[in-house]
């Protein structure tokens, strides 16, 4: 008999030909590979104990993972192609880029491909790399961070991107269908999809410390039933996340304590008992003393440095354990794939015109190519700290490589 794993790969395999190409794989010619290129599978997990708040039944989540693919030069593997947006998902992110200034950008969608290994060469199904799960924000999309999480895994962690249902803008499942996001009118709402969300992330750290789970069963070093293939366990395990996602990691840190770090990408600490405005954006946050006790990193835009809401919560982060960094230049947005996206697409006939005048606000000034690289690095070097125990103070000192990202606290002496 078929495992729900198995069946849900074939599953994948006819969703490519049932959405006219979504994912749809295109063989490249074998090639030796430095250490570049990830495996990059979808998936979907049941958590049969809840209820989904948003839809009713059991709560079901859909997830990417991102494998990497030996730094050996001497090994190769198959490469191929895969769509970056399915159509469906791309037409239904579009008015949340209109509302960023981004505009047209369907046909740019079909030209936009994930490049990666077919499988690992049987060098990496021996390896055992860290995690590093991805939590996006409120009304975006896993996917808007695919090329950001690849570039992780190149780095030599095992990413898994996270849609979660309700507040994603749209999830598109392996069947075509898709999941719509709820409206969140109030700052109390948002606070509660932070705790669904955070019980999302409690989800899935049950599978990874499960060994006979759906989840363990896709890794290519994960054996179901083999006790000689150890599972992860919470030590193992990181968080990344844009925005709510930023949040989701801080509540889940307060709320379950297995993640060993969290890397927080420009997001309020909602989640809290949060009161104020949503209309104007005033909310007014309700801390704990202690919000999270593992090592934590904020990533901001620059304008938040020195706002009461960060600069609050960094007070209430472990000391020795905590660090805030500014991107020079960085809007909001600027920690999604957006601006890299356009970036690389700047210079051909596919973008110019598309840019209204409020992009600039939300994508930043830096050029989208040098701040995915300069995120990437500084989020790599963060999580080879909590994840494969690098030395604290590797942080603290400024990199001359990229003189965009400054250390903003601890300052001197704090």
């Given at each position: 008999?078929?495992?729900?794993?198995v069946a849900c790969l074939?599953?994948?395999?006819?969703?490519?030909?049932?959405?006219?190409?979504?994912?749809?794989?295109?063989?490249?010619?074998?090639?030796?590979?430095?250490?570049?290129?990830?495996?990059?599978?979808?998936?979907?997990?049941?958590?049969?104990?809840?209820?989904?708040?948003?839809?009713?039944?059991?709560?079901?989540?859909?997830?990417?993972?991102?494998?990497?693919?030996?730094?050996?030069?001497?090994?190769?593997?198959?490469l191929v192609i895969r769509?970056?947006?399915?159509?469906?998902?791309?037409?239904?992110?579009?008015?949340?880029?209109?509302?960023?200034?981004?505009?047209?950008?369907?046909?740019?969608?079909?030209?936009?491909?994930?490049?990666?290994?077919?499988?690992?060469?049987?060098?990496?199904?021996?390896?055992?790399?860290?995690?590093?799960?991805?939590?996006?924000?409120?009304?975006?999309?896993?996917?808007?961070?695919?090329?950001?999480?690849?570039?992780?895994?190149?780095?030599?962690?095992?990413?898994?991107?996270?849609?979660?249902?309700?507040?994603?803008?749209?999830?598109?499942?392996?069947?075509?269908?898709?999941?719509?996001?709820?409206?969140?009118?109030?700052?109390?709402?948002?606070?509660?999809?932070?705790?669904?969300?955070?019980?999302?992330?409690?989800?899935?750290?049950?599978?990874?410390?499960?060994?006979?789970?759906?989840?363990?069963?896709?890794?290519?070093?994960r054996i179901p039933g083999?006790?000689?293939?150890?599972?992860?366990?919470?030590?193992?395990?990181?968080?990344?996340?844009?925005?709510?996602?930023?949040?989701?990691?801080?509540?889940?840190?307060?709320?379950?304590?297995?993640?060993?770090?969290?890397?927080?990408?420009?997001?309020?600490?909602?989640?809290?008992?949060?009161?104020?405005?949503?209309?104007?954006?005033?909310?007014?946050?309700?801390?704990?003393?202690?919000?999270?006790?593992?090592?934590?990193?904020?990533?901001?835009?620059?304008?938040?440095?020195?706002?009461?809401?960060?600069?609050?919560?960094?007070?209430?982060?472990?000391?020795?354990?905590?660090?805030?960094?500014?991107?020079?230049?960085?809007?909001?947005?600027?920690?999604?794939?957006?601006?890299?996206?356009?970036?690389?697409?700047?210079?051909?006939?596919?973008?110019?015109?598309?840019?209204?005048?409020?992009?600039?606000?939300?994508?930043?000034?830096?050029?989208?190519?040098?701040?995915?690289?300069?995120?990437?690095?500084?989020?790599?070097?963060?999580?080879?700290?909590?994840?494969?125990?690098?030395?604290?103070?590797?942080?603290?000192?400024?990199?001359?490589?990229?003189?965009?990202?400054?250390?903003?606290?601890?300052?001197?002496?704090?």
């Amino acid at each position: 008999m078929l495992t729900l794993a198995v069946a849900c790969l074939i599953v994948l395999c006819a969703w490519y030909e049932y959405v006219a190409g979504a994912y749809s794989q295109v063989p490249l010619p074998t090639e030796p590979l430095p250490f570049r290129t990830t495996t990059f599978d979808h998936f979907e997990l049941v958590d049969t104990r809840r209820v989904d708040p948003y839809f009713g039944g059991p709560r079901k989540l859909m997830l990417s993972l991102f494998y990497p693919c030996s730094g050996n030069h001497s090994i190769a593997c198959d490469l191929v192609i895969r769509r970056y947006l399915p159509r469906t998902t791309a037409e239904h992110l579009d008015p949340l880029l209109r509302s960023l200034d981004i505009l047209d950008m369907l046909d740019v969608w079909d030209l936009e491909f994930v490049e990666a290994c077919l499988e690992p060469p049987e060098h990496d199904m021996r390896a055992n790399y860290p995690i590093v799960l991805f939590s996006h924000g409120l009304n975006s999309s896993r996917l808007l961070s695919s090329d950001q999480a690849q570039r992780l895994a190149m780095k030599g962690f095992a990413v898994i991107t996270i849609d979660h249902p309700g507040t994603a803008r749209v999830v598109t499942w392996l069947n075509g269908s898709t999941s719509l996001s709820a409206d969140f009118g109030t700052n109390t709402m948002v606070d509660q999809a932070v705790r669904v969300r955070s019980e999302d992330i409690s989800f899935v750290l049950d599978q990874l410390e499960d060994i006979d789970s759906d989840l363990n069963a896709l890794f290519p070093y994960r054996i179901p039933g083999d006790p000689s293939k150890t599972s992860p366990n919470g030590s193992s395990v990181a968080l990344l996340g844009h925005s709510l996602g930023g949040a989701t990691g801080l509540r889940n840190a307060f709320d379950d304590g297995r993640l060993a770090g969290i890397a927080n990408l420009d997001g309020y600490p909602f989640g809290f008992n949060t009161t104020g405005t949503t209309l104007p954006f005033e909310p007014v946050f309700s801390l704990p003393s202690s919000v999270s006790k593992v090592p934590t990193l904020l990533f901001n835009v620059p304008q938040q440095i020195r706002s009461t809401a960060f600069t609050e919560l960094y007070h209430r982060l472990p000391v020795g354990k905590r660090l805030q960094l500014s991107l020079r230049g960085a809007g909001h947005w600027t920690f999604t794939d957006l601006p890299f996206i356009i970036a690389r697409r700047n210079g051909s006939d596919k973008l110019p015109g598309r840019l209204g005048p409020g992009a600039e606000e939300n994508l930043g000034t830096i050029n989208g190519i040098v701040a995915m690289n300069a995120t990437v690095y500084h989020l790599a070097a963060f999580f080879d700290v909590v994840l494969k125990g690098k030395k604290w103070s590797s942080l603290l000192a400024p990199d001359a490589t990229y003189p965009e990202v400054s250390v903003a606290r601890p300052r001197p002496g704090e």
